[in-house]
C-alpha cells in the first residue's frame, strides 16, 4: 500500500499536499494573530528564521516573504544587521482583513468594532448628506421600496439583511464617493459574517432598525441633507448599541 492509499480501496493525499496552497499566507496568518495576542509584544524581536523555519516546518523563502507581508501590512520593521521588531499597534493597518480579523478575535475585540462602527457612520453620514443633495426621483422611489420591502421581512433576517445593506449601498452610490464606498464596503466585507458584529437579529430588532431607515428615506425625499447625515449617523449608532449588547465603556460612540 502507497502513503496515498488506505483501506477499502481510499485514496488520501499525502501530508504536504494537505498543507495550505501559499504557505506564506498561511503563515502570515498565524504571525499576524501571535502579534496581535501580544506573543511577539511590540518592541520585541521576532524568533530568528532559522528558529522560524523549524517552528513551522517551512523553508527560509516562505518565512522571508511571510515576514515581507507583515512588513506591509505594518506590523513589524526589518532593519539590516538589527532583525525584524514587532512594531506599535499604531502603525498596524487595520484595514487589512487578516489584522482587523486577529484584532476583533482579542478581549478587546468589542473597542475595535466601536471604532469601525465610528469610522463608518462618519463616511455614511456624509454620502447620506451628499444623497440628499443630488438624489433624483428614481433614487428616491428605489430607496421608498427598499424601505417598504424590509417592513415586509423583518421576520425573514437574511432577506431583510440583503436589503439593508442594498439601501445603504444605493446612499453610497448616489453619493458618488467612490473612495468612501469602497472603504465602507471593506470594512463590512470583512465583519459582516462576525458573529460578534452581526449581534442577534429578531423581527422587534429589524422593526426598530427600518425605522432608522425610514428617516434617512425621509430626509433624502426632502432633500434635506444636514437631516439625512443625522438620521444616518443615529441609525448606525442606534442600531450598533442595540447589536453590542454587552455593557461597558460607550466613550468611542460618544459624539
Known sequence: MTNTEVAGGRTSQPEWARRPPNLATALTAELVGRIVRGEYPPGASLPAEPALCEAFSVSR???REAVKLLQAKGLVQIRQGLGT????PLTWNM????????SIAESDGLL???DLVVTRRILEADMANVAARVADAHVVEKLRALVDRMDELV??????????RA?????MQTSGNRIARAVV???ESQVVNTARYMGKTTPDLCVASNQGHRRVYER?????PDGAADAMFTHITEAWLVRRGEPGDHTRLER
Open 61 to 63: 523563502t516562505v518565512v
Open 85 to 88: 521588531t514587532v512594531s506599535s
Open 95 to 102: 484595514l487589512d482583513e487578516t489584522v482587523l480579523s486577529a
Open 112 to 114: 475595535v468594532l466601536d
Open 155 to 164: 421576520a425573514d433576517p437574511h432577506g431583510y439583511a440583503d436589503h439593508d
Open 167 to 171: 439601501f445603504h449601498d444605493l446612499i
Open 185 to 187: 464596503r471593506a470594512l
Open 220 to 224: 433624502v425625499a426632502a432633500h434635506d
